[in-house]
């Protein structure tokens, strides 16, 4: 307890003297002197720190940690420091400053200033590109040996990742869609009833989910479902050296872990965006037919008459490469994952974030080409 733990502290001469003895037990409650030696360490006039131990009986991580404090300050304002302790102790305090802080650890965070910060940002790009490209490599090099049937990947992975990207996703594909058309429908109707056209919803719902948003509603909710989802296992699988135990193997990680999910998200976007368009569309057949009262058949007629086949056609190409980016996101982000809790963290939200700018540019890119084909 509190009234078992003996600490005595003065300074004398520059030098500060602190013993430690009696009982240590972790408490709540810190004794005024503990407080004073904290600050006294600080202090200018102090030259010099002795840290002696005098009927110590029993002690927890409360008595290291004090210590560990002490020390770390005597040794970053460079100070003598004397230190007679048991021989446990000592090789405590010795680990502590061994053992260097993990990746992406608290610890190891510094907050640059605003300049600095764009600096920073500024000279990481070229690395982060290269790196990048390095990975995109990489990828493109396992798929050539995939079409040469040549890569190292075992088929229950990719049924797996297809398993995780297609059926499960199915119930959240359906409601987003579902409601993304009907307030589609709900937004062509406010302006279209005025001028009693209102059966160009059928049209506008139609060519506007087939054509990009159907693909860009799953894009997204593909990016935080399974990009962030990527991001996370291979990350843990950094931190935890299963990588690095498969790279001593022989084994290409890339191949091995990467391939499947890729191809995963590229076979199952494009399909789960064509389910996602059936559900926009009949969104927007539940506000036509019901709150415009449009008649079923004539909705249908419209529908087909005005949405063609090749608006189906755009809209696969966008999902592909969506399940292209997504997966190129979260792989790259966790197979590039600091080995910490916390850089797992980091990673899972940089993917989710890169996936969504990804598929936006993706989605201009294409937009333009498309624009200037005239198709």
Not at 348 to 375: D, E, K, Q, Y
Request: glycine share 10%.
């Amino acid at each position: 307890m509190i009234s078992d733990m003996r600490i005595h502290v003065d300074s004398e001469r520059g030098c500060l003297n602190i013993t430690v003895g009696g009982t240590w037990r972790l408490s709540p409650e810190r004794p005024e002197e503990i407080q004073r030696a904290l600050q006294l360490v600080n202090e200018p006039q102090i030259t010099g720190v002795l840290i002696k131990e005098d009927g110590l009986s029993t002690w927890d991580s409360s008595l290291l940690v004090f210590l560990v404090q002490i020390v770390r300050s005597a040794r970053e304002r460079k100070i003598a420091l004397d230190l007679q302790l048991s021989e446990g102790l000592n090789r405590l305090i010795a680990l502590a400053f061994e053992v260097k802080s993990q990746q992406g650890s608290q610890r190891e965070r510094h907050l640059p200033g605003f300049l600095e910060g764009i600096g920073e940002k500024v000279l990481s790009v070229f690395p982060r590109l290269t790196d990048f490209l390095e990975f995109l490599g990489d990828v493109v090099s396992a798929l050539s040996r995939f079409v040469l049937g040549r890569a190292t990947m075992r088929k229950q992975d990719f049924l797996s990742a297809l398993h995780e990207c297609s059926i499960q996703a199915l119930p959240i594909v359906a409601v987003t869609n579902l409601l993304f058309g009907l307030i589609l429908a709900f937004v062509g109707a406010v302006q279209l009833t005025q001028f009693g056209v209102q059966i160009y919803v059928a049209g506008l719902v139609g060519i506007g989910m087939l054509r990009v948003m159907g693909a860009v509603m799953v894009g997204i909710v593909m990016s935080g479902r399974v990009g962030a989802s990527y991001a996370a296992l291979l990350g843990t699988m950094q931190v935890n050296e299963e990588i690095d135990a498969l790279t001593t193997l022989g084994i290409s990680p890339v191949e091995f872990l990467i391939l499947p999910r890729i191809l995963a998200l590229v076979l199952m976007v494009p399909l789960l965006t064509i389910y996602a368009d059936l559900m926009g569309i009949f969104g927007g057949y539940l506000v036509g037919t019901i709150m415009l009262d449009i008649p079923p058949v004539q909705y249908l007629n419209a529908t087909m008459s005005m949405v063609k086949f090749s608006h189906g056609l755009i809209g696969l190409v966008y999902a592909t490469m969506f399940g292209f980016v997504i997966a190129l996101a979260g792989c790259y982000q966790g197979l590039r994952c600091g080995r910490s809790a916390q850089a797992v963290g980091q990673a899972t939200t940089t993917a989710v974030v890169h996936s969504i700018v990804g598929i936006i540019v993706m989605t201009a890119i294409i937009t333009i080409i498309c624009n200037v084909l005239g198709i």
